[in-house]
Nanobody, 122 residues
Framework: QVQLVESGGGLVQAGGSLRLSCAAS????????IGWFRQAPGNQRELVAI???????NYADSVKGRFTISRDNANNTVYLQMNSLNPEDTAVYYC????????????????WGQGTQVTVSS
């Protein structure tokens, strides 16, 4: 079992910045891909950014050039630096990790964090 704990959400004015963190904890696991999704009221959950174990990244078009995802493999932590925020970025942000375990390294499991609210005022 792996737990994902997010932090860093909050209220910010348009044009401002926030940094989200997600720390993974558990036993004998490896994080393959890890990233961030978001869900605004009435909308489906959507991918924001994801980073592979090798450092390859993928971003939603709506955040390219404004958001940066990074990971600290030693501490099993992923970050999302969000700049130039606008009201359309308001959502609950969820950390997502694809994990394999030492006992069966060829099987991936998916875990979600509890979510952190990001609100951008105009």
């Amino acid at each position: 079992q792996v737990q994902l704990v997010e932090s860093g959400g909050g209220l910010v004015q348009a044009g401002g910045s926030l940094r989200l963190s997600c720390a993974a904890s558990g036993s004998s696991f490896s994080i393959n891909a890890i990233g961030w999704f978001r869900q605004a009221p009435g909308n489906q959950r959507e991918l924001v950014a994801i980073i592979s174990s090798g450092g390859s990244t993928n971003y939603a078009d709506s955040v390219k050039g404004r958001f940066t995802i990074s990971r600290d493999n030693a501490n099993n932590t992923v970050y999302l630096q969000m700049n130039s925020l606008n009201p359309e970025d308001t959502a609950v942000y969820y950390c997502n990790a694809q994990v394999s375990f030492q006992r069966n390294p060829h099987v991936n499991f998916q875990y979600w964090g509890q979510g952190t609210q990001v609100t951008v005022s105009s």
